[in-house]
């Protein structure tokens, strides 16, 4: 069975801070994805991210960057330069080949502080 | 946005009652999979058809089915509500059944009361 593990029930930063939010996962599957979802308090889902496991880089999107570490089972999101705006629940999902279905971890909420 | 659209935003109904929930995918993705978001079960997969038909079933209860339309349209009903359906539930889509992303809609949140 797969599994995510996030930590961090709840974190506050201030602004134009860099955070790192945690996640861990478990898999025998050697080929699987990794994604992350923010979730503002209106309620969408929102991709920001994604990390294959044979990408021999880590995925950026602007910023936003996935510090992947396979050995570890690590798939920690970084964003760089906090805003306000980014304060929201964020989530890291998994999906192993195969499988149609994601899960989920219980989410981290984030708070970004003026 | 995320091009997925789904209706109502918001739905009241009583126990015992039956709703349904409507989702259309993004433009060309033929995948739609439902999921329900709760504050004690957090976000749970509960079904994903593929071009019309069913490809993968999670937690989804008896009471709860879903179908694809030819248009790709999908909707999940909920039959003998019950007060622990009240959830957030989302549609996501994807062009296939791949790796690729899913793409969530806006989600319609379901109180039962």
């Known amino acids: 069975a797969q599994k995510i593990t996030q930590t961090q029930p709840g974190m506050f930063v201030q602004e134009k801070e860099a955070v790192t939010l945690d996640c861990t996962y478990d898999t025998s599957d050697q080929s699987y994805g990794l994604f992350w979802y923010k979730q503002p308090s209106s309620g969408e889902m929102i991709f920001l991210i994604y990390?294959?496991?044979?990408?021999?880089q880590n995925a950026t999107e602007g910023r936003y960057s996935l510090n992947f570490q396979k050995a570890r089972k690590s798939a920690n999101l970084v964003i760089s330069a906090s805003q306000l705006g980014d304060s929201a629940m964020y989530f890291c999902?998994?999906?192993?080949?195969?499988?149609?279905?994601?899960?989920f971890g219980q989410g981290t909420r984030l708070t970004i502080n003026p | 946005d995320s091009g997925v659209t789904q209706t109502p935003k918001h739905l009241i109904t009583a126990t015992g009652q039956r709703v349904t929930l409507r989702c259309s995918p993004r433009s060309g993705d033929l995948s739609v999979y439902w999921y329900q978001q709760s504050l004690d079960q957090g976000l749970q997969f509960l079904i994903q058809y593929y071009n019309g038909e069913e490809r993968a079933k999670g937690n989804i209860l008896e009471r709860f089915s879903a179908q694809q339309f030819p248009d790709l349209h999908s909707e999940l009903n909920l039959s003998s509500l019950e007060l622990g359906d009240s959830a957030l539930y989302f549609c996501a889509s994807s062009y296939t059944s791949g790796r690729e992303t899913q793409y969530f809609g806006p989600g319609t949140r379901l109180l039962v009361l």
């Open positions: 999902a998994m999906r192993v080949r195969g499988a149609q279905k994601l899960v």
């Open positions: 990390q294959g496991s044979y990408d021999e």
